[in-house]
C-alpha cells in the first residue's frame, strides 16, 4: 500500500509541477497562447483539430489527460526507485534522467499514436519541454518520491 500511495502522490505532484511549468512558460516564450489553447493542444491527441472548437471540455481534457499521464509515470517510476537504493539516495540523477526519459517517451511514443501523430517541435520548443521535464517535473517528482520511499529496502 506504501508504494500504492507513493506512486500517487509522486504522479500528482510531478503533474501539478509541469502543468504549472507549462501554463507559465510556453505562454512566456510564445505570446499569443493562452492557457486554454495550452490545454486543448493536449487534449487534440484525442479529438485532433476539433479540440480547439471545443471550449472548456477540451481543457479539462487535456489537463485529465496531463495528469494521467503523469500518474502512470510517477508510479512506474517509484516502482523503478522502491527496487534500488541507489536512485533513492541520488535521487536528482534519477530524477533528471526520469524527466527526460519521459520527455522523449512522450515525443516518440505517445505523441505518434495519437490523433495529432508525429511531431517535430522547433529548437526553442524542444529546448523548453526537456527543461521543464529535467528540472521540474523530474526532479520534483523525485524528491517527493525519495522522501516518501525513506526507509524503503
Given at each position: 500500500?506504501?508504494?500504492?500511495?507513493?506512486?500517487?502522490?509522486?504522479?500528482l505532484?510531478?503533474?501539478?509541477?509541469d502543468?504549472?511549468a507549462?501554463?507559465?512558460?510556453?505562454?512566456?516564450a510564445?505570446p499569443?497562447?493562452s492557457?486554454?489553447?495550452?490545454?486543448?493542444?493536449?487534449?487534440a491527441?484525442?479529438?485532433?483539430?476539433?479540440?480547439?472548437?471545443?471550449?472548456?471540455?477540451?481543457?479539462?481534457?487535456?489537463l485529465?489527460?496531463?495528469?494521467?499521464?503523469?500518474?502512470?509515470?510517477?508510479?512506474?517510476f517509484?516502482?523503478?526507485m522502491s527496487?534500488?537504493?541507489?536512485?533513492?539516495?541520488?535521487?536528482p540523477i534519477?530524477g533528471?534522467?526520469?524527466g527526460?526519459?519521459v520527455y522523449?517517451?512522450?515525443?516518440?511514443?505517445?505523441?505518434?499514436?495519437?490523433?495529432?501523430?508525429?511531431?517535430?517541435?522547433d529548437?526553442?520548443?524542444m529546448a523548453?519541454?526537456?527543461?521543464i521535464?529535467?528540472?521540474?517535473?523530474?526532479?520534483g517528482?523525485?524528491?517527493?518520491?525519495?522522501?516518501?520511499?525513506k526507509?524503503?529496502?
Amino acid at each position: 500500500m506504501k508504494l500504492v500511495k507513493a506512486g500517487i502522490l509522486t504522479g500528482l505532484a510531478g503533474g501539478a509541477l509541469d502543468a504549472l511549468a507549462a501554463s507559465t512558460i510556453y505562454p512566456l516564450a510564445y505570446p499569443g497562447l493562452s492557457f486554454a489553447r495550452l490545454w486543448q493542444g493536449v487534449s487534440a491527441g484525442w479529438y485532433g483539430k476539433a479540440s480547439y472548437e471545443m471550449g472548456s471540455q477540451s481543457v479539462a481534457m487535456g489537463l485529465a489527460s496531463h495528469f494521467f499521464i503523469a500518474l502512470c509515470a510517477g508510479a512506474v517510476f517509484v516502482f523503478v526507485m522502491s527496487r534500488a537504493e541507489i536512485f533513492r539516495r541520488l535521487w536528482p540523477i534519477s530524477g533528471a534522467a526520469y524527466g527526460a526519459a519521459v520527455y522523449f517517451f512522450m515525443q516518440e511514443i505517445v505523441l505518434p499514436l495519437t490523433a495529432i501523430g508525429p511531431q517535430h517541435p522547433d529548437a526553442k520548443s524542444m529546448a523548453i519541454g526537456l527543461a521543464i521535464h529535467i528540472f521540474i517535473f523530474g526532479l520534483g517528482s523525485a524528491f517527493v518520491a525519495s522522501r516518501l520511499l525513506k526507509g524503503s529496502a
